[in-house]
């Protein structure tokens, strides 16, 4: 119908012509614009919701209460936990004498429920020398203790000064670090009559070749 109102506007002799035109479009009705608020957007796929960030510290390590922490175990040329060599006893520590004064007032031996068989000695105020005893299970950082052998001791302390013991025939003895009697904190072993190391000692001249406690 639309090339027939082409035909119609023009004289029979441009016809052919104006057929042709037609024929390639001329004549096809323009379109409007395309009305892209109809069109349809493409679909788009939510994004997946982030997977929330994890505290640092949502599953924190549990930590050893109080109850459960040990106490220093070595004993050192400085002292045994807070107990130090040259310091005076700690004011709210485990530490203090227990039943009768042992001393002369001016000496006197302190210990700890924490260190069963460990005593110190504390002259003018200050710790003068700690002892391990017979049943301690403290040791020194090389693992020697009460009941190593005399050669446990000189495997790790060659070149102490063996002096012959007070009360116990050899091969009971005194074995001193060389450096005892210089005002430093020093070691000393007793072996015993069974060639073990029946006490340890450490502290500073006089008081660490005290035989008796305070004397």
């Not at 009305?35 to 930590?63: G, H, K, L, Y």
């Not at 459960?68 to 040259?86: C, H, K, N, Q």
Request: hydrophobic share 35%; glycine share 12%; aromatic share 6%.
């Amino acid at each position: 119908m639309q090339q027939r109102s082409c035909l119609m506007k023009f004289p029979l002799l441009y016809a052919p012509a104006f057929v042709l035109l037609c024929g390639l479009g001329a004549c096809t009705p323009e379109t409007g614009p395309t009305d892209r608020s109809t069109s349809v957007a493409p679909t788009e796929v939510p994004a997946s919701p982030a997977t929330p960030a994890i505290p640092a510290d949502a599953n924190p390590t549990p930590e050893a209460s109080d109850e459960t922490a040990t106490p220093a175990s070595v004993l050192g040329l400085e002292g045994l936990g807070d107990l130090r060599i040259g310091q005076a006893p700690p004011a709210h520590g485990s530490w203090g004498e227990r039943g009768a004064p042992s001393g002369n007032g001016a000496c006197r031996t302190i210990n700890s429920t924490d260190y069963p068989d460990v005593y110190a000695i504390v002259s003018d105020g200050v710790v003068q020398r700690i002892t391990l005893g017979q049943r301690a299970t403290v040791k020194l950082a090389e693992g020697v203790g009460v009941g190593s052998s005399e050669q446990d001791v000189m495997k790790w302390f060659a070149g102490f000064r063996e002096q012959p013991h007070k009360y116990e025939p050899a091969p009971a003895k005194y074995l001193t670090a060389p450096n005892a009697g210089n005002g430093s904190s020093a070691l000393r072993f007793e072996i015993g009559a069974d060639g073990n190391v029946k006490l340890i000692h450490v502290g500073v001249m006089p008081v660490l070749a005290y035989v008796e406690g305070c004397s």
